[in-house]
């Protein structure tokens, strides 16, 4: 099973399941049985009424015990059927497909209460061609590596993870080419990241594990819609000031004393020896962010701008070496959780 990256959109969705209709027997709606007892208002009536023409089955899980649900996952082998609810069995065809592309603009659409959840295509005989589970963020196809690469060549926007992603100028340039909101760079012996990963113009969330990653790229911070940016590395030289640059972020963990591939032996660095001792004053521009995690540096106190972060709910600079809490976080009651110690205990505000 090859993995998405992320979901498709527009046009990609739509070529998308052009592919999974020719290639599978029948596709999988679902209605969690918790949807009905919470008292929410279907918003997927319609859609329901205008797929009935190509209902060929419907199964309900009762979910009285797991077993119910086991036997009925064993026997379509799909990531479809795991918990209770009602379950429809669509034929796949030009027109059921079109339908699907009517109704929604990517597969995260598939979601209560607007529409019913988790799209999936099962081939012949069982198993899924195409699977998602959208609260989770999962999607998939049961495809080969050959088979994949060709499917990136032909549908711009379908992103999926490859062996040849193993080299990092590759995964670089498919995530631009595929403009990827999501990106994962873990395990490719990094020490610097390239300027041209400002190209990554649709980029919501990045996730940076490279132990040997010690400066960070002014292209960097260009990246505009950017949401959630999490670092994790052995030693950080610093924060620029150009942090400020990212408006939109709402996440920002740094997280120094990580190894991605540690060595038989090895000892992590003192936190006294840590580069990273200043936070700069500048992620007090950050407007929007409501989680801030800085952790294991040598960083002594917090810059007072910190309370310009009128949205900040989350404050976690542990196992740094900040012997007192300031005076001013006092005076920042939207802060729920506030951790300074140097181990990792929490304060509830």
Known sequence: ???????????AYEQVIDVAIRNSECFV???????????EEKQYTRVLESLEPYLVKTIIIQGETIEDVIQVKKAYHSHAFYTAGTYYLYKCCKESGNLLKQMANQLSDWIFPKLPEDLCFLKEGGGDYLYSIVHEHQYGMDITNEEAMQLMDQITGLFLKIEA??????LLDDAIKHKTDWLYISRHQLKELPER???????????IFEQDLFHLPEGLFELSKLDSLTIQTADLAYIPASIAKLKNLRVLSIQCGSYDRPTPGFQIKPKEEIHLSVIPAEIGELEKLEQLTIQYTSIHELPIELMKLKKLRVLNISMCMIDRKPDFLTDMEQLGLINIARDSEWEHE
């Open 197 to 207: 990963i400002r190209e990554l113009t649709e980029l919501r969330e990045l996730i």
């Open 29 to 39: 709606l679902s209605e969690r049985l918790w949807h009905l007892a919470d008292g």
């Open 165 to 170: 992603h193993s080299d990092f100028d590759r």
């Open 1 to 11: 099973m090859i993995r998405m990256y992320t979901d498709p959109k527009g046009e």
